[in-house]
C-alpha cells in the first residue's frame, strides 16, 4: 500500500519542481539570459555536496552563537571525582556525560559545544581580512601594473616566501596570553599572500577586456572602472579560494593551539583540547577523539562548501 | 635561458632580504633578555651581561645587528646559540639530515601514490573510483595532520602493534614510514586532485583525439601525450610543496619523537633562543626560492612551447 502511494507522488511532485525552477530564477516568458552569479545560485541549490555543507555550516553557526542551546553545563566545571578513565555513556545523547569526561574532569561534550565559537570566529575573521586587504593589493597591483606592480609583486613574495606555519608561531610566541584576535591578527598578517595573488591575475585578465577599455574610452574614471567594471567581473576566483581558505585557518587556529602557540586557556579551543589529551591516548583515546572530529568535520563542511561554490562559479568545469 | 637565469636569481635577492629581515625584527623583538636568562633567577653583575651581550653584539642596534648576520651568512656562519655556545650552524647540521630523509621520503609518497592515483582518477571520471577518489581526498585534506597522526599512531601502533609509536631510529625504513605517510597526505590530496582534473581538461583536447585517430596505441596516448602535458600544474605544486613539507615537519615530529629541524626549532621558539630559529627560517627561505627556480626552468623541460628570454 505504501509503494503505491509513494509512486503515486513522485510523478505529481516531479512536474511541479519544472514548473517552478525556471520561473523562480527568470523573469521573462521566454530564458532571459541568467547572469554568473544567478546561473551559480541556479546550480548550488542541486549540488548536495553543498546542501550538506550548508547545513552543516548552519549549526556550527549557532552552536558558535549560542553553545547554551546545546548544553546547560559549563565547559570550565572540573569535577575531580568524575576520572577520565570512566568510559562515555554513549546512550546518553547530548547529556554531559556523553563523549566522557577530560582529565581535569570537564565535560567533554561541554567543551567540544563551546570550542566552535572560537574556531568560527578565527576562520571568519582571518578570511574577511585577508581577502579585504589582499584584494585590495592584489587590485592595485594587477590594475596599474608597470613599476608599482614590480614592487609590490616583490614584497607579495617576500611574505610568501616565510613559512606560514612557522611564521605564525614566531608571531605569536611574542604574547603572553593570545586571544582570539591576537591569532586572527597573526594569521591574516601571514595569509594575505594568496588571495592577493588571485586577485592580481583576475584582475589583469579582466582589465584587458573590452568592456574595459570601451568605459575607459567613454571617460570613465579610475575608481568607476574599478568599482564597477573590474570588481565585479575579476571577483569569482577570489571568492573560491577565500572559501577554500577559510577551511584551511580553522584547521591553522587548531594546529598552533596544539602546538601550544596558538589560543591560550581561559579560550576554550579544539586545538588546546586534542593537545590536553594525547597524553592519555593509549588508555582513553576517546578525550583526544571528539575535539579532534569536531575540527575535522568543521574544515571538511568549509572546504566541501568551497568546491561547490568553485563547481557552480567555474564554466570550465561545465 | 642564461639571461632569464640571471634575472630570476637577482629578482630573488630583494626576496631573500626581505623575508629574513620580518623573521629577524619578529625574533629579536621579543621581550625578555635570553642573557639575562641565563642565570635564571640568581642575582647578577649587570656589567657581566654587558660584557657577554657585547661578546655575541647584542649591545649593537637592531640593524646593525642584522648586517652583521647578513654578512655571516654568507661565510656560512648562521650566528651562535647563546645558551650552550655552539655555533647555530653545526646544531642545524645534526637536525638537517633527519628532517631531509623524513621530507624526501614523504615527497616520493606525494608524488608516486598521487599522480598515479590522479591519473586513474581522471581517467575514469564520474565513475565509482573517481567518485571515490573525490570523497577520499576531501578526508584527507579537512582533517589536520594533528589529528591523522594520533589516530594513526592509535591505531596502527597501539590496537594492531605494526609500527613503534614513535621514532627510535631515524635511519630505519620502518620507523619513518607512518610520520612519513602522514606528513605527506596533505600534499597527496592535492597532487590527486590536480592531476585529475588536469588530465580530465586534457583528455578533451583537439591533440588527443588527434592521437587517438591516428591509431597510436592507448599506452602511447596516455603515458606520452596525455601525461607530458597533464604535468605541469603537478610540477608546479610539487616544486613548492618540498619546502612546506622541511616547513610543516613541526607537528609531525612532535607526534612522532622525531629529532629533526621542526622539534629543534620548537624548542628554541620556547626557549627563546633567536639565533636558531632565524637559522632555521633563513635555510627554508633558501630552500624555497632555489626549488621556486628550479621548478621554473623544468617548464620548458615539459612544455617546449614556453620559451625564456
Redesign the interface.
Same mark, same amino acid.
Given at each position: 500500500m505504501s509503494d503505491v502511494t509513494e509512486a503515486a507522488r513522485v510523478p505529481a511532485a516531479a512536474p511541479d519542481l519544472e514548473k517552478n525552477a525556471p520561473a523562480g530564477t527568470e523573469s521573462g516568458p521566454v530564458g532571459k539570459p541568467r547572469s554568473l552569479w544567478s546561473d551559480a545560485w541556479h546550480d548550488l541549490r542541486r549540488n548536495p555536496l553543498f546542501v550538506v555543507s550548508a547545513i552543516l555550516i548552519f549549526f556550527l553557526l549557532v552552536m558558535a552563537a549560542w553553545p547554551g542551546l546545546f548544553t546547560s553545563v559549563s565547559p570550565r566545571h572540573g569535577d575531580l571525582s568524575t576520572h577520565y578513565l570512566k568510559s562515555p555513556e554513549y546512550g546518553h545523547l547530548f547529556s554531559p556525560e556523553w563523549l566522557g569526561y577530560d582529565a581535569q574532569g570537564r565535560s567533554i561534550y561541554a567543551r567540544v559545544v563551546y570550542g566552535a565559537r572560537a574556531s568560527v570566529i578565527v576562520g571568519v575573521a582571518v578570511t574577511l581580512l585577508v581577502t579585504v586587504l589582499g584584494g585590495l593589493f592584489g587590485m592595485v597591483a594587477g590594475y596599474f601594473g608597470g613599476w608599482l606592480d614590480s614592487i609590490l609583486s616583490?614584497?607579495l *613574495?617576500?611574505?610568501a616566501? =616565510?613559512?606560514? %606555519? %612557522?611564521?605564525a608561531? =614566531?608571531?605569536l610566541?611574542?604574547f603572553d596570553v593570545r586571544t582570539v584576535w591576537i591569532v586572527v591578527l597573526a594569521l591574516a598578517f601571514l595569509g594575505w599572500t594568496q588571495i592577493a595573488r588571485v586577485t592580481r591575475g583576475s584582475v589583469i585578465t579582466t582589465k584587458q577586456a573590452d568592456y574595459v577599455q570601451a568605459a575607459k574610452a567613454l571617460g570613465a574614471g579610475t575608481g568607476r572602472i574599478l568599482l564597477r567594471h573590474i570588481l565585479p567581473n575579476a571577483v569569482a576566483p577570489v571568492i573560491v579560494v577565500a572559501t577554500i581558505a577559510l577551511?584551511g585557518y580553522i $584547521?591553522a587556529e $587548531?594546529?598552533l593551539s596544539?602546538?601550544g602557540?596558538g589560543l591560550s586557556e581561559p579560550t576554550v579551543s579544539w586545538?588546546i583540547d =586534542?593537545s590536553a589529551g594525547?597524553d592519555q %591516548?593509549?588508555n582513553a583515546?576517546h578525550v %583526544?577523539l571528539a575535539p $579532534?572530529v569536531m575540527?575535522?568535520?568543521t574544515?571538511?563542511a568549509f572546504?566541501?562548501l568551497g *568546491?561547490a561554490v568553485r563547481n557552480a562559479l567555474d564554466p570550465?568545469l561545465r | 635561458m642564461g639571461r632569464y637565469v640571471v634575472r630570476r636569481l637577482l629578482q630573488s635577492i630583494p626576496v631573500f632580504i626581505g623575508a629574513t629581515l620580518l623573521i629577524f625584527l619578529m625574533m629579536y623583538s621579543l621581550p625578555g633578555d635570553p642573557v639575562r636568562a641565563l642565570w635564571g633567577e640568581q642575582s647578577v653583575d649587570p656589567a657581566q651581561i654587558a660584557a657577554m651581550k657585547k661578546d655575541l653584539g647584542l649591545d649593537l642596534p637592531l640593524w646593525q645587528q642584522y648586517w652583521n648576520y647578513f654578512i655571516g651568512l654568507f661565510q656560512g656562519d648562521f650566528g651562535t646559540q647563546i645558551a650552550s655556545g655552539r655555533p647555530v650552524s653545526e646544531v642545524i647540521g645534526e637536525a638537517l639530515p633527519v628532517t631531509i630523509r623524513l621530507a624526501l621520503f614523504a615527497f616520493t609518497f606525494t608524488t608516486l601514490a598521487g599522480i598515479s592515483l590522479g591519473v586513474l582518477a581522471g581517467l575514469r571520471a564520474d565513475r565509482l573510483f573517481d567518485r571515490g577518489m573525490l570523497f577520499f581526498t576531501l578526508l584527507l585534506i579537512s582533517v589536520p595532520s594533528f589529528v591523522l597522526g594520533y589516530v594513526a599512531q592509535f591505531v596502527f601502533a597501539f590496537k594492531l602493534d605494526l609500527l613503534t609509536p614513535t621514532v627510535q631510529d631515524s635511519e630505519a625504513f620502518g620507523d619513518l614510514l607512518m610520520p612519513a605517510v602522514v606528513l605527506g597526505s596533505l600534499s597527496l590530496a592535492y597532487v590527486v586532485r590536480l592531476t585529475r582534473t588536469s588530465i580530465v581538461e586534457n583528455l578533451r583536447s583537439d591533440y588527443i583525439r588527434t592521437a587517438i585517430a591516428k591509431g597510436l596505441p592507448r599506452r602511447r596516448v596516455i603515458g606520452v601525450h596525455l601525461m607530458r602535458n597533464s604535468l605541469i600544474p603537478v610540477v608546479t605544486f610539487l616544486g613548492t610543496d618540498l619546502g612546506a613539507l622541511l616547513g610543516g615537519a613541526v607537528i609531525t615530529e612532535g607526534i612522532f619523537n622525531v629529532q629533526g629541524v621542526g622539534n629543534l626549532v620548537y624548542d628554541a621558539l620556547f626557549r627563546r633562543e633567536g639565533s636558531t630559529v632565524v637559522g632555521i627560517v633563513t635555510l627554508l627561505v633558501i630552500i624555497y626560492l632555489a626549488v621556486s627556480l628550479i621548478v621554473d626552468l623544468l617548464y620548458a623541460v615539459l612544455d617546449p612551447r614556453i620559451r625564456y628570454v
Amino acid at each position: 500500500m505504501s509503494d503505491v502511494t509513494e509512486a503515486a507522488r513522485v510523478p505529481a511532485a516531479a512536474p511541479d519542481l519544472e514548473k517552478n525552477a525556471p520561473a523562480g530564477t527568470e523573469s521573462g516568458p521566454v530564458g532571459k539570459p541568467r547572469s554568473l552569479w544567478s546561473d551559480a545560485w541556479h546550480d548550488l541549490r542541486r549540488n548536495p555536496l553543498f546542501v550538506v555543507s550548508a547545513i552543516l555550516i548552519f549549526f556550527l553557526l549557532v552552536m558558535a552563537a549560542w553553545p547554551g542551546l546545546f548544553t546547560s553545563v559549563s565547559p570550565r566545571h572540573g569535577d575531580l571525582s568524575t576520572h577520565y578513565l570512566k568510559s562515555p555513556e554513549y546512550g546518553h545523547l547530548f547529556s554531559p556525560e556523553w563523549l566522557g569526561y577530560d582529565a581535569q574532569g570537564r565535560s567533554i561534550y561541554a567543551r567540544v559545544v563551546y570550542g566552535a565559537r572560537a574556531s568560527v570566529i578565527v576562520g571568519v575573521a582571518v578570511t574577511l581580512l585577508v581577502t579585504v586587504l589582499g584584494g585590495l593589493f592584489g587590485m592595485v597591483a594587477g590594475y596599474f601594473g608597470g613599476w608599482l606592480d614590480s614592487i609590490l609583486s616583490r614584497i607579495l *613574495d617576500t611574505f610568501a616566501g =616565510v613559512p606560514f %606555519l %612557522l611564521g605564525a608561531m =614566531v608571531v605569536l610566541n611574542t604574547f603572553d596570553v593570545r586571544t582570539v584576535w591576537i591569532v586572527v591578527l597573526a594569521l591574516a598578517f601571514l595569509g594575505w599572500t594568496q588571495i592577493a595573488r588571485v586577485t592580481r591575475g583576475s584582475v589583469i585578465t579582466t582589465k584587458q577586456a573590452d568592456y574595459v577599455q570601451a568605459a575607459k574610452a567613454l571617460g570613465a574614471g579610475t575608481g568607476r572602472i574599478l568599482l564597477r567594471h573590474i570588481l565585479p567581473n575579476a571577483v569569482a576566483p577570489v571568492i573560491v579560494v577565500a572559501t577554500i581558505a577559510l577551511g584551511g585557518y580553522i $584547521a591553522a587556529e $587548531a594546529s598552533l593551539s596544539y602546538l601550544g602557540i596558538g589560543l591560550s586557556e581561559p579560550t576554550v579551543s579544539w586545538g588546546i583540547d =586534542v593537545s590536553a589529551g594525547k597524553d592519555q %591516548l593509549r588508555n582513553a583515546p576517546h578525550v %583526544l577523539l571528539a575535539p $579532534a572530529v569536531m575540527v575535522s568535520i568543521t574544515v571538511l563542511a568549509f572546504i566541501m562548501l568551497g *568546491d561547490a561554490v568553485r563547481n557552480a562559479l567555474d564554466p570550465k568545469l561545465r | 635561458m642564461g639571461r632569464y637565469v640571471v634575472r630570476r636569481l637577482l629578482q630573488s635577492i630583494p626576496v631573500f632580504i626581505g623575508a629574513t629581515l620580518l623573521i629577524f625584527l619578529m625574533m629579536y623583538s621579543l621581550p625578555g633578555d635570553p642573557v639575562r636568562a641565563l642565570w635564571g633567577e640568581q642575582s647578577v653583575d649587570p656589567a657581566q651581561i654587558a660584557a657577554m651581550k657585547k661578546d655575541l653584539g647584542l649591545d649593537l642596534p637592531l640593524w646593525q645587528q642584522y648586517w652583521n648576520y647578513f654578512i655571516g651568512l654568507f661565510q656560512g656562519d648562521f650566528g651562535t646559540q647563546i645558551a650552550s655556545g655552539r655555533p647555530v650552524s653545526e646544531v642545524i647540521g645534526e637536525a638537517l639530515p633527519v628532517t631531509i630523509r623524513l621530507a624526501l621520503f614523504a615527497f616520493t609518497f606525494t608524488t608516486l601514490a598521487g599522480i598515479s592515483l590522479g591519473v586513474l582518477a581522471g581517467l575514469r571520471a564520474d565513475r565509482l573510483f573517481d567518485r571515490g577518489m573525490l570523497f577520499f581526498t576531501l578526508l584527507l585534506i579537512s582533517v589536520p595532520s594533528f589529528v591523522l597522526g594520533y589516530v594513526a599512531q592509535f591505531v596502527f601502533a597501539f590496537k594492531l602493534d605494526l609500527l613503534t609509536p614513535t621514532v627510535q631510529d631515524s635511519e630505519a625504513f620502518g620507523d619513518l614510514l607512518m610520520p612519513a605517510v602522514v606528513l605527506g597526505s596533505l600534499s597527496l590530496a592535492y597532487v590527486v586532485r590536480l592531476t585529475r582534473t588536469s588530465i580530465v581538461e586534457n583528455l578533451r583536447s583537439d591533440y588527443i583525439r588527434t592521437a587517438i585517430a591516428k591509431g597510436l596505441p592507448r599506452r602511447r596516448v596516455i603515458g606520452v601525450h596525455l601525461m607530458r602535458n597533464s604535468l605541469i600544474p603537478v610540477v608546479t605544486f610539487l616544486g613548492t610543496d618540498l619546502g612546506a613539507l622541511l616547513g610543516g615537519a613541526v607537528i609531525t615530529e612532535g607526534i612522532f619523537n622525531v629529532q629533526g629541524v621542526g622539534n629543534l626549532v620548537y624548542d628554541a621558539l620556547f626557549r627563546r633562543e633567536g639565533s636558531t630559529v632565524v637559522g632555521i627560517v633563513t635555510l627554508l627561505v633558501i630552500i624555497y626560492l632555489a626549488v621556486s627556480l628550479i621548478v621554473d626552468l623544468l617548464y620548458a623541460v615539459l612544455d617546449p612551447r614556453i620559451r625564456y628570454v
